[in-house]
C-alpha cells in the first residue's frame, strides 16, 4: 500500500517540486494551499505524514502544527517543517510547536528522504535516499 504524504505550502511551485520528489518514489501525495485548507483535507483523509510551510498567510505552520497536536485523532501524526528559516533559533522555535522534523528549503531528495526516514518507521523513499547530491 502506497504511503500518503499531505503537502501544505501557499507557493505552488514548492508543492510541486515536493510533489514530483515523493510521487518518483510511489507516494501518493495531496497539496493544500493554505493552513486552513490543510486542516480542512486532515480531517476528512487519511495520511502517513504531513510536509507543512511555516511561512503561509492566515494560519502558519505552526499554528497549524498546534492544531494537529491537540486534535485527538491525529497526535500521532508526523509533521515535518519545511521552511527557509535556518538559523538555529528559529529550528528550536519551530520545533517546540510539534513538529518532529526540520526541512530547510530548497529541498532536495536526499533531504527529504532524510526528514521522512527520520519521522516514519521502516523504509521510505529508499529509491531517492540514495541519489547523489548536486
Known amino acids: 500500500m502506497k504511503k500518503r504524504i499531505l503537502i501544505v505550502d501557499d ?7 515536493a510533489a514530483a520528489l515523493l510521487k518518483r518514489d510511489g507516494w501518493d501525495t495531496a497539496e493544500a494551499q493554505d493552513g486552513q485548507s490543510g486542516l ?5 483523509e487519511t495520511f502517513d505524514a504531513v510536509l507543512l510551510d511555516i ?9 497549524v502544527c ?3 497536536r491537540n486534535t485527538p ?5 508526523p509533521v515535518i517543517a519545511y521552511t527557509a528559516h535556518a538559523m538555529p533559533e528559529e529550528k528550536d522555535q519551530i520545533l517546540a510547536c510539534g513538529f518532529d522534523a526540520l526541512l530547510i528549503k530548497p529541498i532536495s531528495a536526499a533531504s527529504l528522504a532524510a526528514a521522512l526516514a527520520a519521522v516514519l518507521p521502516g523504509p521510505t523513499i529508499t529509491a531517492i535516499a540514495t541519489e547523489p547530491e548536486t
Not at 480542512?40 to 476528512?44: G, N
Open 40 to 44: 480542512a483535507i486532515l480531517s476528512s
Open 73 to 77: 485523532a491525529l497526535t500521532h501524526l
Open 55 to 63: 511561512s503561509m498567510p492566515g494560519l502558519n505552520g505552526e499554528d
Open 11 to 17: 507557493t505552488e511551485i514548492n508543492r510541486r517540486l
Open 66 to 68: 498546534r492544531l494537529i
